[in-house]
């Protein structure tokens, strides 16, 4: 896949990238040991694979033109709250996921704000300056990711199954 990139490098373009290796059973960094340590290898697999696609975007030159996104749809649980895995709490353990972003222009700093993975789609439409369309229900992160701040007024949904919960920015959670 990366190989085939590559060859396409030179173009515009958009590339989305996922990697199921973190996953139950975990086996992507060995079958042995318990699963929160089989959890932990897996980790380190994609972080490797994140590593050779850094590496390939500077290989490239595209550093200069490349809005680089890390995230994860969920966390997992390891017996925090009586859980395990995802899907089936509204816990912070499987809510709050790592959002990262670098690319020029992107001011490296650590961002306390509660957002939403639905702030991506107009976080990276605002960012090439194409307006976002009224149905989306996100909200640009672009001021975040130029050093400044921004409010919002709007609570944070998240749903599992039959469960759903709102997250207010004064840290109140409501399920």
């Not at 961002?111 to 090439?128: C, E, H, N």
């Amino acid at each position: 896949l990366l190989a085939t990139r590559e060859r396409e490098a030179a173009r515009p373009g958009f590339y989305w990238v996922h990697y199921l290796d973190s996953h139950d059973p975990f086996y992507a960094g060995g079958k042995g040991g318990k699963k929160f340590a089989r959890y932990l290898r897996s980790l380190k697999v994609v972080d490797g694979y994140l590593g050779q696609v850094r590496a390939a975007i500077q290989r490239l030159g595209l550093g200069e033109r490349t809005l680089l996104f890390l995230l994860s749809d969920h966390g997992e649980a390891f017996g925090e709250h009586g859980s395990y895995f995802h899907g089936g709490s509204l816990y912070d353990e499987l809510l709050r996921v790592p959002l990262l972003v670098q690319g020029p222009g992107v001011v490296p700093r650590e961002v306390g704000a509660t957002v939403s993975l639905v702030d991506l789609g107009p976080t990276v439409l605002d960012w090439f300056g194409v307006p976002t369309p009224a149905t989306f229900m996100g909200e640009s992160l672009v001021p975040f990711l130029l050093g400044g701040s921004r409010t919002f007024d709007r609570p944070i949904v998240a749903e599992t199954r039959l469960k759903q919960s709102m997250l207010f920015e004064d840290g109140r959670k409501v399920i």
